[in-house]
Nanobody
Framework: QVQLVESGGGLVQAGGALRLSCSASGRAFGVYSMAWFRRAPGKEREFVAAILWIDESTYYPDSVKGRFTISRDNARNTMSLQLTSLKPEDTAVYYC??????????????????WGVGTQVTVSS
């Protein structure tokens, strides 16, 4: 039983920055990877970033590479996403996810077992 809670969303102007956080509770150890996905209005859920807990390997799609940075804090079972150089097209609900299974498909939502309810990021023009 794992619960994830996102925080840090808000309204920013284009070019601005936000830092999102995801805290996990209910299981002290064993997470394999955590990730961020986002869903914009009228669009499919999109992979944003993932991190392997054991070695901090990170993965990003081209749409955010160089602008977003994912990180983790093992001691506190938390994960963060630093968003910089934000664009209006980054506007979406951002969800954190956790997997307790080894998987080579970290960019697929089906690989994740637990999800938060999301936090809204809105980027104005």
């Amino acid at each position: 039983q794992v619960q994830l809670v996102e925080s840090g969303g808000g309204l920013v102007q284009a070019g601005g920055a936000l830092r999102l956080s995801c805290s996990a509770s209910g299981r002290a150890f064993g997470v394999y990877s955590m990730a961020w996905f986002r869903r914009a209005p009228g669009k499919e859920r999109e992979f944003v970033a993932a991190i392997l807990w054991i070695d901090e390997s990170t993965y990003y799609p081209d749409s955010v590479k160089g602008r977003f940075t994912i990180s983790r804090d093992n001691a506190r079972n938390t994960m963060s996403l630093q968003l910089t150089s934000l664009k209006p097209e980054d506007t979406a609900v951002y969800y954190c996810a956790a997997s307790y299974r080894t998987t080579p498909f970290m960019m697929r939502s089906e690989s994740y077992d637990y999800w938060g309810v999301g936090t809204q990021v809105t980027v104005s023009s």
